[in-house]
């Protein structure tokens, strides 16, 4: 099948690009780079060992997005191009709302005109909310506390009106927990612009050397050691449920909300302790008050995805933290140690 992967350059699309083309699908991508590097396409095409169909686009650009599906037979969409910092989605609204809705409005246009109707979209664990006891079922009320986050409540919303209004279409929403780690070859791997805003990226320069200590948090939280808890999972594995859910929508009509995560909660303090394993070293860090909008305890219930997809996360904490080390290593020309 062809598929045409949006933000395929990204942390997530690069990974499942690997991996929808190991398994003999074509891709396409479209990324404007706006948060990513061109290179990233080169070390998809060094891992697979064939090039890429790439559009260095906007999604936003209606014309564009016409001459891709005018110039490929798309079987179907796999939907990761928006912008995903929740700080900064606060800072600048418009810019989050703008892009997030307008590059998903057009994409849906494209699709329409070009009769594909199958997409599965990268949705969030917090469309949850605040709210919802652990652990996070499909079925909960949704809700947000920041623009990003209103942003996939609103796509979730919007592509459910879609096929709630024409049953030909076929939609996959899935709401990824906390995903993390990085290709086993070293060359693919989260590589965010500027201060890292989530734990492992952070985690990681420290390790590398390149910012002196990992700043924790809250250690007064209600859980066992006091530091906040998420479900982290395996970008490998998460690509693995690209695959499952893109063949699920080529299957199936209606539109199906599916949980990508492990079902298991670890804490700030755990993923320290993992990843100092994983680089030879203790970490230094320091405890800080919380940060605004954080919640205590965030996991998934993963039965769904088992269910329907046949997917279940591989990869501990351990992996996840090692397979961090060396892409970080790389990326930042660690020198071996003696
Ligand atoms: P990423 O920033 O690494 O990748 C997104 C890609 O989309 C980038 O390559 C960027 O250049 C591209 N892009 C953004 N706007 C675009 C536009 N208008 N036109 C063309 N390209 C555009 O992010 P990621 O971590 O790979 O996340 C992928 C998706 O998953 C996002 O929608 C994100 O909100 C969602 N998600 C991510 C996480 C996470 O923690 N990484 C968690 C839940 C959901
Ligand atoms: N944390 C620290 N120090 C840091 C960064 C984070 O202690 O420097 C803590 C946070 O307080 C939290 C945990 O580490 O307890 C995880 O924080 P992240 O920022 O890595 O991840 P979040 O759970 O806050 O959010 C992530 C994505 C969101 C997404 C959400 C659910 O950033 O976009 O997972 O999928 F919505």
């Keep these: 099948m062809k598929v045409l992967v949006t933000g395929g350059a990204g942390f997530i699309g690069s990974h499942t690009c690997v991996q929808l083309m190991s398994a003999g699908h074509e891709v396409v991508i479209v990324d404007n780079f706006c948060n990513s590097k061109p290179e990233t396409i080169g070390n998809i095409e060094k891992i697979v060992g064939r090039p890429v169909h790439l559009y260095r686009n ?15 037979h798309i079987d179907a969409v796999i939907h990761f191009a928006g912008l995903k910092s929740v700080p900064e989605s606060i800072q600048k609204p418009l810019a989050y709302y703008e892009n997030n809705l307008g590059s998903t409005f057009v994409l849906c246009q494209a699709m329409l005109e070009a009769d594909c109707k199958r997409i599965v979209f990268s949705s969030s664990a917090t469309v949850y909310g605040n709210d919802n006891p652990v652990p996070f079922k499909e079925g909960m009320p949704t809700s947000a506390i920041n623009p990003y986050g209103y942003t996939k409540v ?3 919303q919007f592509l459910t009106d879609l096929s709630a209004a024409d049953p030909a279409w076929s939609i996959c929403l899935l709401r990824y927990f906390n995903p993390v780690g990085a290709h086993p070859s070293g060359l693919l791997g989260e590589d965010p612009n500027g201060i890292p805003n989530n734990l492992l990226p952070y985690v990681s320069q420290v390790a590398a050397g390149l910012r002196s200590e990992v700043i924790v948090y809250g250690n007064d939280y209600d859980t066992p050691d006091g530091t906040g808890i998420r479900d982290y999972v395996h970008v490998t594995d998460l690509a693995r449920g690209h695959l499952a859910a893109v063949q699920y929508v080529l299957e ?3 539109t199906e909300i599916i949980n990508l995560g492990t079902g298991q909660g670890t804490s700030v303090m755990e993923i320290m302790e993992a990843y100092s394993h994983a680089c030879g070293r203790a970490l230094p860090y320091r405890i800080a008050s919380r940060r605004p909008g954080d919640i205590a305890v965030c996991y998934a219930d993963p039965e769904k995805a088992r269910s329907i997809l046949g997917w279940e996360a591989q990869k501990d904490v351990g992996q996840m933290c090692s397979d961090s080390w060396n892409f970080a290593k790389n990326r930042y020309e660690v020198a071996p140690s003696s």
Excluded: K, S, Y
Excluded at 58 to 72: I, S
């Design 58 to 72: 906007d999604l936003r650009d209606l014309e564009a997005m016409r001459r891709v599906f005018a110039e490929h």
């Design 154 to 156: 609103m796509i979730e």
């Design 252 to 254: 199936h009509n209606g």
